[in-house]
């Protein structure tokens, strides 16, 4: 019995099936990296985890409790809320409360924290992102890596059975992405149970424990970074990194 099991997920908008009855298990700590050309339906995974979107069918177990993620009542959907923390791509900061405000917004109004016991863990995770020194900035003056760190910070503040970040470099300029990474990297070193979203492929041989190639909605292949990247078996996936590795290297001449 793992840690997380989700299974049966399917998730369609109109006539577009985006996943197809997904099955995943993940232990406890394990960062699992989700692979795959854009518009497979990565996205739209993690979202429906969050119940950011309703899917038709499926169930998510975690932490020994099981959520059917067809719910539509808010009480079940807070509950299984409470379980997970999503990190965005574009950041979704308060743009009117600072640094130190946005990592404690969550403690007090969800977990009921005091603010005194609030700030102490705000103040510890963003310790832990290198960000004490922007403590009373407001996002408006925080560079987008730094704005992601804030936002990791937030979410780690709220101890999350599982974190669910959605391509969280990808609306960063080149420059910025390596601090991001760096932070995600600790974040995974720490034991957090991640479900990540990316198409940083040496990030993802490098951080994750284990790799999902997601294709038409469906898990198509699934092993540890060296069989994904150094003895690929399914003829799709092969396609797919060598079209990454292409890529790569125009990039490089250019």
Excluded: W
Aim: proline share 4%.
């Amino acid at each position: 019995m793992s840690y997380i099991e989700i299974r049966g997920l399917k998730k369609r908008f109109g006539d577009n099936v985006v996943l197809d009855g997904i099955d995943l298990d993940i232990e406890k700590g394990e960062v699992v990296a989700v692979i795959g050309p854009s518009g497979t339906g990565k996205s739209t995974l993690l979202r429906s985890l969050n119940l950011l979107e309703t899917p038709e069918a499926g169930t998510f177990k975690i932490g020994g409790e099981t959520y059917q993620l067809t719910t539509k009542k808010s009480a079940e959907k807070r509950a299984l809320r409470q379980q997970t923390e999503m990190v965005f791509q574009q950041f979704n900061l308060f743009r009117n409360r600072n640094v130190l405000e946005n990592v404690m917004e969550g403690l007090t109004t969800v977990k009921k924290l005091p603010k005194d016991e609030a700030g102490r863990r705000a103040l510890t995770q963003l310790e832990k992102v290198d960000m004490l020194d922007r403590l009373h900035h407001y996002p408006r003056h925080l560079s987008g890596g730094q704005q992601q760190r804030v936002a990791i910070a937030r979410a780690l503040a709220m101890e999350p059975k599982l974190l669910l970040m959605d391509e969280p470099t990808s609306a960063l300029d080149p420059e910025l992405v390596g601090e991001v990474l760096v932070t995600i990297r600790k974040a995974a070193q720490e034991g957090n149970t991640c479900l990540l979203v990316t198409h940083e492929m040496n990030f993802v041989k490098s951080v994750a424990s284990r790799i999902v190639f997601l294709e038409n909605g469906k898990i198509v292949a699934q092993g540890t970074p060296r069989e994904i990247f150094d003895n690929p078996q399914n003829e799709r996936l092969k396609q797919f990194l060598n079209k990454i590795n292409m890529l790569e290297s125009m990039e490089y001449v250019i």
